[in-house]
């Protein structure tokens, strides 16, 4: 079987579509061989001379054959084979490009030898070509045509696509809401977005219909409410409202107590000073000042320059006398020093030469330009302190009669600020003192200053000493009296304006004390009247 010459006759049963694709191989093929696989036959691979090309059709004879089938192979011979087996409808499928591939195929690859009809294949072949696949018979089948009108054969059909879910999200909101009306798209007048439409949509089913009914503003209250706001407005007006205060006389200046008073106290201190009675006595305690101001006047040299001060006015004479002469006496009595005064106030020099040559001071004899001279007054204030602390021959080079005093025996060998032994200054005002102390730091070197003061001033005066910038103070009535305790009571001036300053100090605070127990009993009597009136 398997030794048959290739050209043995096929069995009967072979398909006629197999017999035809090989006929230069294979016996002739049957009757029944499909119409569209006939026009492969021109295209099977064979000997050229057992070929017969078959004349070709024209487009008459091709009847209905489709435009694009004709573009498809317009010089093959199976254009003419197709055009028996194309179908009569002039609609052909668009996946028909698996013929064109079938063809190219059909032309590549030679055909094989038929097998043998007593090979035992013969029913499989027959199987293996009659039972086409689906794939393969539904492209042989020509698609139903729904019937067209006339105004739907104008335009193709296009198949409504799915949306994507993003696109489907930006939809409008009209689109998705049931119900919702269509609007009408109106474009902006004015803003940033005038000449746009539909920018900014409305919410759904908002249409306003009609005009705002207006509101009163009128508040709309009740009668009691009425009467309580009004109870409201009466007592924040009587907040407000000042309120009079009931009249009361008050304690007036009576000219005639003043008279009276001042009587009993001037009455009392001229008795006493003129009586020179001692009912009260001195202090005793030493404090730490007056200590200190007591080692100054004796750590003066014997005959020594000694620069004198004298910055307070007349009024002030009588309490700057009284304590300064215990310590200028207890000076002159001992170390017998060479003065020299000075005075940034008008009068100041001539107060203090009449209180070195005056009654306190009068048993020590001094005599101007003898035993003192008087260097008048220094102007310009602290300038001018400052200038004679620099270079005091130059500032002040005449006394008040127009000597040259720097040349005389009194300032001999004094040429700058620091010779002179001691610095003591006399003085009733605060400012006065701080100017000495102040400008004259960088020039005195170790030389010790004394300051004595009016009872007034000192408690301004208290810090230079604390700090060491003075070396001793005196003040008022009150240190004079301890340093004249300490000088064998010389001169005396304090002991006897002691009792007479001690009863004026009791006085005065008889005089506030009784003042206020009176005024105490007014206020209470008029308190009870009041409280009396009330009830």
Known sequence: MGGQDNAAPIASDTPDWLSSSGQNNVAPVSSDTPDWLQGLEAQTPSAPAAQTPEPQKNDAELGDVPSWL????????????????????????????WLSSLDASVTAKPTPAPLPVDSGLGEGTDNLFTDMPDWLSSANETPPIAPSTPEEASE????TGQLPAWVQAMRPVEAVVSGSAPTTSQAESRGALAGLQSVLPAAPNYAPTSKPKPYSLKLQASSEQLSQAALLEQIIAAETSPVSIASFSPLGASRALRWILASVFFAMAFVVLFTRTQIFSLPVDIPLEVGSA??????????????VAFDYDAARA???EAAAAPVF?????????RLALISTHEIGAMLGEKFITGQLLADHSYQREKQFVNL?????????????????SATTPFDVSFNKVWESNILKGVNSFSQFAAFI?????????????????????AMPILVISSAQSAPMIQPYYASQQISGLVSGLHGGAIFEQNNAGRPGTARA????????????MAFMLGGGLWSFFIGARERAAAREANS
Do not use: C
């Open 70 to 97: 004709k573009a498809a192979a317009p010089q093959s011979s199976i254009y003419q084979d197709l055009s028996v087996a194309a179908p009569e409808s002039s609609a052909q499928p668009s996946d028909s490009n």
């Open 156 to 159: 193709p059909a296009l198949e």
């Open 294 to 307: 007591l080692q100054v006047v004796q750590s003066i040299p014997e005959g020594a320059p000694v620069l």
């Open 318 to 320: 009588g309490e700057m």
């Open 329 to 337: 006496d207890q000076t002159l009595l001992l170390r017998h020093p």
């Open 376 to 392: 008048g007054y220094l102007p310009g204030g602290q300038m001018g302190i400052r200038a004679f602390a620099q270079n005091p």
């Open 425 to 445: 200054i006399v003085t009733d005002n605060a400012d006065s003192a701080r100017a000495w102390i102040e400008q004259t730091t960088f020039a005195r070197g």
């Open 497 to 508: 304006y002691w009792d007479a300053y001690s009863i004026g100090m009791l006085l005065a």
